[in-house]
């Protein structure tokens, strides 16, 4: 079987979504299409606006065949981390092939850019520290130090889609993965202010629903997507950001002050100015606000605050083996599609009453955290059913 498999966040589900499934599945023509999902929280640490299974709901609809959890320990991870992680459950479960979007749809360049950070020379090396020296953060330094070393590397690696990319195709190299790569062009403005309905920004979607603006919000979602978000606006059960702030500050507040220094990617002192602040700010945006400078980036300093949320440490992730247990979130009723992941070491749960035995600890802990900050029960994570279409 050709089974295409799609690392996903779809926070929430965009019609710029849907082109990808449907242009990766027109590319390929595979057997099958495996989504790897971040479950309640992103890979920037922020909660997801509607519930996994919701998400999965969308991707179904929009012509996806199964979608698994990608565990919350690989899933709220730097881009590196983040695909290695992905990569490893894909792989696990069969897949043949990763589609991502790219803004360069020129797989050649791409993987020279892959190779550079493989095996960078020494001048390479050189400039990246220098880069950092001077006080520029890590992705300008990368940029700075890959131009040097390979022309037009840096403008490739400043595009966060062509990061995220590169990444992909590292893990596949490093896990030996059987994996071939197809690359589906970015099309619109990743980072723009204003909703594009044809291919929005999700975080331009997320920010017109934030401020009420309903209206502007919803052309650019398809009708699976655009009745789930409009069902959990009226039942009030979007993330409340008031609720995340006192949950966020109270844990900050309780935490000893060891503590800090070992969370996950905590180094260059923004884990002595996170201990230092938390008693003095009132609001998780003031924090967010006062953290973020040119060396500490705002995903930086997010992902940093919802780590400390659950509890992971710097030397519990480094140590972390690859996700041996995914939870099945959403299937399309097809017998033969569980021939792909039958008999594999990697293993598949349905989510549900039946999950608990096998869950992450991580994994539990952030299911209830999100139901909390959404007004839900913390009995969610085993009442919500794999979804079956």
Same mark, same amino acid.
């Given at each position: 079987m050709r089974i295409l498999g799609v690392v996903a966040e779809y926070d929430p589900f965009h019609r710029g979504h849907a082109y990808h499934l449907s242009e990766a599945?027109?590319?390929? &023509? %595979? +057997? $099958? #299409?495996? /989504?790897?999902? &971040?479950?309640?929280?992103?890979?920037?640490?922020?909660?997801?606006?509607?519930? %996994?299974? +919701?998400r999965a709901a969308c991707a179904l609809a929009a012509g996806a065949d199964a979608v698994f959890a990608l565990p919350v320990t690989?899933?709220?991870?730097?881009?590196?981390?983040?695909?290695?992680?992905? /990569?490893?459950?894909? $792989?696990?479960?069969g897949a043949t092939h990763l589609a991502f979007g790219a803004e360069e749809p020129d797989l050649s360049r791409l993987r020279a850019a892959a190779d550079l950070l493989d095996n960078p020379p020494e001048g390479f090396t050189r400039a990246l520290k220098a880069a950092l020296a001077a006080g520029a953060g890590y992705p300008a330094a990368l940029s700075q130090a890959a131009e040097s070393a390979l022309p037009g590397a840096g403008a490739l690696l400043s595009a966060p889609n062509?990061?995220?990319? #590169?990444?992909?195709?590292?893990?596949?190299?490093?896990?030996?993965? /059987?994996?071939?790569? /197809?690359? #589906?062009?970015r099309l619109g403005a990743y980072r723009a202010e204003a909703v594009d309905a044809a291919f929005p920004s999700a975080s331009a979607v997320r920010s017109a629903l934030r401020r009420g603006d309903w209206a502007g919000a919803m052309p650019a979602l398809p009708p699976a997507s655009a009745s789930r978000v409009r069902a959990a606006g009226l039942a009030g059960t979007l993330p409340d950001p008031a609720a995340w702030d006192l949950l966020l500050l109270s844990h900050l507040r309780e935490m000893p002050k060891e503590a800090f220094p070992a969370l996950p990617d905590a180094g260059e002192g923004l884990g002595n100015a996170l201990e230092s602040l938390r008693f003095t700010v009132l609001s998780g945006e003031e924090l967010r606000r006062r953290l973020t400078s040119r060396r500490y980036s705002a995903a930086r300093v997010s992902r940093l605050l919802a780590h400390a949320l659950l509890g992971l440490t710097g030397?519990?992730?480094r140590s972390? *083996?690859? *996700?041996a247990d995914t939870l099945l979130l959403g299937l399309r009723r097809n017998p033969a599609l569980t021939a792909a992941w039958k008999d594999r070491p990697l293993r598949v749960h349905p989510t549900g009453a039946a999950w608990a035995p096998f869950a992450d600890p991580a994994d539990l802990l952030a299911w209830r955290l999100w139901a909390l900050i959404c007004h839900q029960p913390a009995t969610l994570p085993f009442t919500e059913k794999t979804v079956s279409v």
């Amino acid at each position: 079987m050709r089974i295409l498999g799609v690392v996903a966040e779809y926070d929430p589900f965009h019609r710029g979504h849907a082109y990808h499934l449907s242009e990766a599945r027109r590319l390929l &023509s %595979p +057997d $099958a #299409v495996f /989504v790897a999902l &971040s479950p309640c929280f992103t890979q920037r640490g922020a909660p997801s606006l509607l519930s %996994p299974h +919701d998400r999965a709901a969308c991707a179904l609809a929009a012509g996806a065949d199964a979608v698994f959890a990608l565990p919350v320990t690989w899933a709220v991870r730097d881009a590196e981390n983040y695909a290695l992680g992905a /990569v490893s459950l894909l $792989a696990g479960l069969g897949a043949t092939h990763l589609a991502f979007g790219a803004e360069e749809p020129d797989l050649s360049r791409l993987r020279a850019a892959a190779d550079l950070l493989d095996n960078p020379p020494e001048g390479f090396t050189r400039a990246l520290k220098a880069a950092l020296a001077a006080g520029a953060g890590y992705p300008a330094a990368l940029s700075q130090a890959a131009e040097s070393a390979l022309p037009g590397a840096g403008a490739l690696l400043s595009a966060p889609n062509n990061t995220l990319a #590169v990444c992909y195709l590292r893990a596949i190299r490093r896990l030996k993965a /059987v994996l071939e790569p /197809v690359v #589906v062009p970015r099309l619109g403005a990743y980072r723009a202010e204003a909703v594009d309905a044809a291919f929005p920004s999700a975080s331009a979607v997320r920010s017109a629903l934030r401020r009420g603006d309903w209206a502007g919000a919803m052309p650019a979602l398809p009708p699976a997507s655009a009745s789930r978000v409009r069902a959990a606006g009226l039942a009030g059960t979007l993330p409340d950001p008031a609720a995340w702030d006192l949950l966020l500050l109270s844990h900050l507040r309780e935490m000893p002050k060891e503590a800090f220094p070992a969370l996950p990617d905590a180094g260059e002192g923004l884990g002595n100015a996170l201990e230092s602040l938390r008693f003095t700010v009132l609001s998780g945006e003031e924090l967010r606000r006062r953290l973020t400078s040119r060396r500490y980036s705002a995903a930086r300093v997010s992902r940093l605050l919802a780590h400390a949320l659950l509890g992971l440490t710097g030397e519990g992730l480094r140590s972390l *083996p690859p *996700p041996a247990d995914t939870l099945l979130l959403g299937l399309r009723r097809n017998p033969a599609l569980t021939a792909a992941w039958k008999d594999r070491p990697l293993r598949v749960h349905p989510t549900g009453a039946a999950w608990a035995p096998f869950a992450d600890p991580a994994d539990l802990l952030a299911w209830r955290l999100w139901a909390l900050i959404c007004h839900q029960p913390a009995t969610l994570p085993f009442t919500e059913k794999t979804v079956s279409v």
